[in-house]
């Protein structure tokens, strides 16, 4: 079975600050990992997926095999990066996303 | 484009009370979705359809049907609705099965139903 796991609820941080959001996934296979963002009253929609490799708004993420993990990073955090934050696998063979249960980011001034 | 739109945008039922959620996107996609979001629980894949007139069960069916008589819509119903089924209910849809560039769903704006 596959499963995403975000051990935070909620993250509080100062603008300013370094962001580290944790991800970490059990897959048997060769998972594809994504992270969602929903900003509040939004829809979510796509941050950034790990095969891009790509950055997004200061955010990245690296997709680490020997942790199973993929943390999404920021060095410098800015008050319009509050919002829920998902990170999700797409696994080999598998018809959906599945999701973590989510992460709220609060960026303080 | 319009995207993933999805009606209504709230609604508060009584229990035992029946209702219909109505899902469309305009992108062609064969692949929608779905799924409800509750605090600490994320989002939990409710059923999903890989095409015209398929259905399959996701990881929490019970209490819901669905149908998919057309391709760009994608309904959700609640035959008799219990105040567990509260939630943010979201559609999404995805292009295909095929490489990983087919793999990004995107998403309605959520429908927000009250059971009482």
């Known amino acids: 079975a596959q499963r995403v796991t975000q051990p935070e609820k909620l993250l509080s941080v100062f603008k300013g600050a370094p962001v580290e959001l944790k991800c970490n996934y059990s897959y048997s296979g060769s998972p594809e990992l994504f992270w969602y963002v929903q900003y509040s009253r939004q829809r979510l929609q796509l941050l950034l997926r790990?095969?891009s490799r790509e950055s997004i708004k200061g955010f990245t993420a690296d997709l680490n095999k020997g942790e199973t993990s993929f943390h999404l990073k920021k060095p410098f955090a800015q008050e319009e990066d509050s919002a829920m934050y998902y990170c999700a696998l797409w696994g080999t063979g598998r018809r959906a996303l599945t999701f973590g249960s989510g992460t709220r980011l609060q960026v303080q001034p | 484009n319009a995207g993933v739109t999805q009606t209504p945008k709230f609604r508060v039922l009584k229990t035992g009370q029946s209702m219909t959620l109505l899902c469309a996107q305009d992108?062609?996609?064969?692949?929608m979705y779905w799924y409800r979001q509750d605090p600490g629980m994320g989002l939990r894949l409710i059923h999903y359809s890989v095409g015209e007139g398929t259905t399959a069960k996701g990881e929490v069916p019970d209490g819901y049907n669905v149908s998919r008589l057309k391709k760009q819509n994608f309904l959700l119903g609640l035959e008799s609705a219990a105040p567990s089924q509260t939630s943010v209910y979201f559609c999404?849809?995805?292009?295909?099965?095929?490489?990983?560039?087919?793999?990004?769903?995107?998403f309605g704006p959520g429908t927000r139903l009250t059971v009482l």
């Open positions: 790990h095969i």
């Open positions: 992108m062609n996609h064969e692949y």
């Open positions: 999404a849809s995805r292009r295909s099965a095929g490489g990983p560039e087919h793999n990004e769903q995107f």
